[in-house]
């Protein structure tokens, strides 16, 4: 997505080469403008899909899930992160690792939001070693849910979860994919 | 918001004389449907008042202050909830109580993306005792910025938080009312 690319280029912060900082149009500050665009795009790239919810995980990217799933008229449903699993009620649960902030938690959700007609787009903001995105597959499974494919802002393709999610089978679209990326020579965009 | 009240009074558990559950419409599976019309209403409630960026603080809130935010053609800001605070760059921080959580927390935003210059818009899904709002408005008022307003989805009125921020002279324009709640009699909405 042309007008992504440039907003990272022109905003985005390279912190280290692990690290880019985009809070001041994606995570703190967020152009609302631009993230209606990108889900009018998840919906046209997953139009012939069937999807029923759009699944995503607290908290970066309820914004563009929430006009993702707005766009195809259906409900978005968020995945809760616990420390330690603590909420009552009837829920599916799966264990992450986080390896950016290098702990663990668990996602969980209400059985009563996911169920086994569901057709799923995930949605995120980043995907890099594909951890949450993984954990978000696991809880569409216990719900015997289908998952359709995950619609991604940003991928690190050299931390490479994307390919092995999609070595294993899931449509993984990601609206700018970073080939590479260092302080000393900044971004390199795939294709 | 008579659509809003209906789907309360539907779909709305009321699981204690405290406690309310909407998740099934507004905190983990959204209704974007709904949201947006919300974002509709809040534009037009406060559509005189040059509104320049809505805020709003993590997580549940986020959905209904992006659509408003998209409405009005702003960004939106989010505070994020830190439980000690360890993020860098410079930062507005304030202390807020949960009442509800019954925990302490810093709300903080990055001082970037809140100006002097700016008109704000506060957006929450609940206002009950009022002090996630107070640490909002506090983090306005540290930037040197405007509060306009503070729109929010469910007022529990017998709380006092609204009135308590009305009566020092914050415009609080609520949704829906609840003038009382109990397992027993039910929900009932203010005039």
């Known amino acids: 997505m042309k007008l992504l690319e440039e907003r990272i280029i022109r905003d985005g912060k390279v ?3 692990d690290i880019l ?47 993702t799933a707005w766009h195809f008229g259906v409900p978005m449903v968020i995945a809760k992160k616990t420390v330690s699993s603590n909420m009552s009620g009837d829920m599916y649960s799966t264990h992450v690792h986080s390896f950016t902030k290098n702990r663990d938690y668990d996602a969980v959700v209400t059985k009563d939001y996911l169920c086994a007609n569901d057709r799923l787009l995930i949605i995120d903001d980043f995907l890099a070693s594909g951890s949450a995105l993984k954990g978000l597959i696991s809880l569409a499974e216990l719900a015997g849910a289908k998952v359709c494919g995950a619609g ?40």
Chains 1, 2 share one sequence.
Do not use: H, P, W
């Open 15 to 17: 912190l280290s080469d």
């Open 21 to 67: 900082k985009v809070d001041s149009f994606l995570n703190q500050q967020i152009d609302t403008y631009l993230i209606d665009e990108m889900g009018r795009e998840f919906c046209r790239l997953f139009s012939d899909c069937g999807i029923t919810k759009v699944l995503t995980i607290e908290a970066s990217g309820i914004a563009v899930a929430a006009f």
């Open 152 to 191: 991604i802002v940003i991928e690190k393709v050299y931390q490479g979860g994307g390919n092995l999610l999609r070595n294993i089978g899931i449509r993984v679209e990601s609206l700018a994919k970073i080939e590479s990326m260092s302080v000393k020579d900044g971004i390199v965009f795939s294709d």
